[in-house]
């Protein structure tokens, strides 16, 4: 596929938020919905350093996301295009979309980490 839409892409519902997933080749394409203001840091305890080392460009539609990067934080609002360096912890504010362009096998070891930080809390 050389091409993908939000209304096309595959809908993960991750209660915080959607993602909407999409591979071109090694680029994964998410298009993603934020529910309720986050922070991801929880969810990648499981990672090195507790942090997300998948790098990640996109663009901010609507809303404000953030990311702490350890020496800093840089937040992205509407009409914003980013660059998230590996070594980041994520936060989003409610009602905050955004499209991000990231390299499929490192974005699925973050995806792996986010989805048992969140198995385990629905069995606790």
């Given amino acids: ?13 991750f209660g915080l938020a959607v993602d909407r997933t999409a591979h071109l080749d090694d680029i994964t394409v998410s298009f993603v919905s934020i529910r309720e203001t986050h922070s991801l840091k929880d969810m990648l305890a499981g990672l090195p350093g507790g942090q997300c080392h998948c790098p990640h460009w996109g663009y901010v539609l609507s809303g404000t996301i953030s990311c702490d990067f350890g020496d800093r934080e840089e937040t992205y609002r509407a009409g914003d295009a980013f660059y998230m360096t590996p070594g980041h912890v994520p936060n989003a504010e409610a009602g ?3 499209v991000m362009f990231s390299p499929k096998d490192l974005l699925a070891d973050t ?7 969140m198995s385990s809390m629905a069995t606790d």
């Fill in 1 to 13: 596929m050389a091409y993908t839409s939000k209304n096309t892409a595959e809908a993960e519902d």
């Fill in 96 to 98: 905050a979309e955004f």
């Fill in 111 to 117: 995806t792996a980490a986010i989805v048992a930080h």
